[in-house]
């Protein structure tokens, strides 16, 4: 069960930091430009998707815990400042808004 | 996201607002303790662990469990509950139905043995109404207290459990006003704390954090108002109205299959088979046991599995005591499956987060965390919106010393059962320990000249108590370092390793002091 959650948990924490590093209004109060390219459906998908693989393979109880982590992770994510992130949300963070500046 | 007139808007903030000022320092002190209960298990053999090679319940048992039974009063065979210690140590606890004097209720009266599992030796026998002696049932009064704590604030039953039940509808309370007053609540998903340290900085901070653990804040309010009220009010409501007040009947009809008395003697068919035929049902561990009817053609063994990898629902196989036979899966409630018993089921475990082992603890303890934070951001934002005001500008101080007391007294309290095991009651010991923590951190709160200078001193106090445990833990006789490497205990080590990486962040940590201190400024 661990390993497919990890590897859902990871999924959607590439989503959520993609979601984060693009988000207009998050980019407006830090006044960040906007960025060219979000697709917020399709990253929304990525985020949610695991969650439904997971209750497939791993069960309630892996749905569970994949949703703990991931609003968790979510708020780490978004609680971090734009350049100022650190660790893993960071580097996701930092990749992805260089990617769509 | 919600439309709500100014009107409704402005009662709903009145609502979500005095109602978190009302009941928010309660309901920190309860969410910070059930985030250490989370960890209930690591917390018993960090402080009162032995080594053991596998679970107690999972080496045979049989022969200890007949031998004990040979060494109670026969009438104290009824019922026998069996469940792991913190060592290599099983409790079994022989008792039957009397009322207990204390109470004036039905209790029960018995035997309680604990013993090593694996050689039989019995190390403590205490007999009488077992309950009201925590000693006698808990190898750990540290993680005891912290459970009291969480599940009844140190009150008496009833009435903790009760004002508990209260808390966790006022938390739903401020999860449903704080939903529907919060109208972007999508758009501001990854809105961070804007910078400055202003008043909007605040709210975001409050927001953010409500926001992402809004699903899980319900679910552990419900969960826990539901467990507080099942028992003080729920139970003797329904015995009252659906079984005439019979308590008896109204246990039997929701968790015993009914069993056709038969008093002839009949010896326990191989306990140790049982227990392997279940195991072999269910792949959770086993966590309890229990015989009713020893010696009985009547018996009944019912053994209780931790949920299977996946699963969420623990799971109780029933046998026939005597042939030894399966006689099938106990449903949560009642005598069949329901959708009503597989609820009443999921309470459990959602709210004590450990149906997937250390991974969905992890991740509790961690949305435990988040809750703290939301309930002290909130309590935060309220007064700084009223900064200046003499009686707001004491609450935020009083919140403060809540905020950073409660930890402060939750690790007295573990130097207290460290420094009285050794020589006294740690059951005594352990909150007294709190009290007297909690005393020093309002003596430290109250002489402190600002709010800005409050944080530095208590980051040091925290790391200086984080960083003793281990220390003391060792010299008051605990498993060593070696000893933990070497017999595979990972709970004592990893406890000690997180406490003093603790301790060092707190004494490394004071940026945000100054932060602290421009808020008090303003």
């Known amino acids: 069960m661990l390993p497919v959650v990890l590897a859902a948990t990871a999924i959607s924490t590439a989503a959520l930091g993609h979601l984060a590093s693009t988000d207009p209004k998050r980019r407006r109060v830090f006044h960040l430009p906007a960025p060219r390219r979000r697709h917020a459906g399709a990253a929304w998908a990525a985020t949610l998707a695991p969650g439904a693989i997971v209750a497939v393979v791993s069960g309630a109880g892996g749905l569970f815990v994949w949703l703990g982590a991931v609003s968790v992770i979510g708020w780490a994510l978004a609680s971090a400042r734009p350049r100022r992130a650190t660790g893993l949300g960071g580097m996701v963070e930092r990749f992805l808004t260089q990617t769509h500046e | 996201m919600s439309r709500l007139s100014q009107a409704q808007l402005r009662r709903l903030t009145a609502i979500h607002g005095w109602s978190g000022i009302t009941l928010g320092l309660l309901l920190y002190t309860v969410i910070a303790t059930g985030t250490a209960a989370v960890f209930g298990g690591e917390i018993g053999r960090w402080s009162a662990g032995g080594i053991r090679a596998a679970d107690p319940l999972e080496v045979p048992i049989d022969a200890r469990i007949r031998a004990a039974a040979t060494q109670v009063d026969p009438s104290h065979l009824d019922d026998i509950a069996i469940w792991a210690g913190e060592g290599r140590d099983i409790y079994a606890f022989f008792h039957t139905q009397a009322e207990n004097p204390g109470t004036g209720a039905p209790d029960d009266l018995g035997t309680i043995l604990r013993l090593d599992a694996t050689s039989g030796e019995v190390f403590e026998r205490n007999e009488g109404f077992i309950w009201d002696q925590p000693a006698a049932w808990d190898g750990s009064a540290l993680r005891r207290f912290l459970v009291d704590l969480h599940v009844q604030l140190y009150m008496p039953t009833p009435w903790g459990l009760i004002v508990t039940g209260i808390l966790g509808l006022a938390m739903m309370a401020a999860v449903i006003s704080g939903l529907l007053m919060h109208r972007h609540l999508l758009r501001d998903l990854f809105v961070a704390e804007r910078p400055g340290w202003r008043l909007v900085s605040a709210r975001d901070r409050h927001v953010l954090a409500a926001s992402w653990s809004l699903p899980f804040a319900f679910v552990l309010a419900f969960t826990g108002s539901f467990l507080s009220f099942a028992s003080t009010v729920g ?20 968790f ?91 309470m459990y475990p959602l709210h004590f987060g450990h149906f997937a082992g250390i991974a969905s603890r992890i991740v509790w303890g961690a949305l435990g965390v988040a809750l703290c934070f939301v309930t002290l951001s909130g309590l935060h934002l309220w007064t700084r919106r009223r900064a200046g005001a003499a009686v707001w500008d004491g609450f935020a101080r009083s919140v403060d010393i809540v905020a950073w007391g409660l930890p402060l007294a939750m690790l007295a309290a573990a130097w207290g059962f ?22 020093a951190a309002i003596i430290v709160g109250i002489a402190a000249p600002d709010r800005g200078s409050l944080l530095p001193r208590y980051r040091r106090l925290l790391g200086m108590a984080c960083l003793g445990l281990p220390i003391l833990r060792l010299a008051a006789g605990g498993m060593s370092w070696a000893d933990a490497i070497l017999h595979r205990q990972p709970d004592v080590l990893t406890v000690d390793i997180l406490l003093l990486l603790a301790g060092i962040w707190f004494l490394r940590r004071r940026r945000r002091a100054g932060r602290l201190a421009l808020e008090a400024a303003e």
Request: hydrophobic share 50%; charged share 15%; proline share 9%.
């Open chain 2, 235 to 254: 139970f003797p409501l329904l015995a009252s109205i659906a079984f005439g007040g019979d308590d008896e009947a109204m246990s039997a009809a929701l």
């Open chain 2, 256 to 346: 015993e299959p009914p069993v056709a008395e038969d008093a002839t003697p009949a010896p326990l068919a191989d306990l140790d088979a049982i227990l392997a035929d279940s195991r072999a049902r269910a792949p959770g561990h086993v966590t309890f046991v229990e015989i009713a009817r020893f010696g009985r053609a009547d018996a009944r063994v019912h053994v209780w599995h931790d949920p299977a990898a996946g699963g969420v629902l623990y799971v109780t196989n029933l046998y026939d005591g005597a042939a030894g036979t399966f006689l099938g899966r106990q449903p949560q409630v009642g005598a069949a499956p329901s959708v009503g018993g597989t609820l009443y089921g999921l």
């Open chain 2, 418 to 439: 460290l420094l009285s095991v050794p020589a006294a009651d740690p059951f005594v010991w352990t909150p007294r320990s709190f009290v007297a923590g909690a005393a």
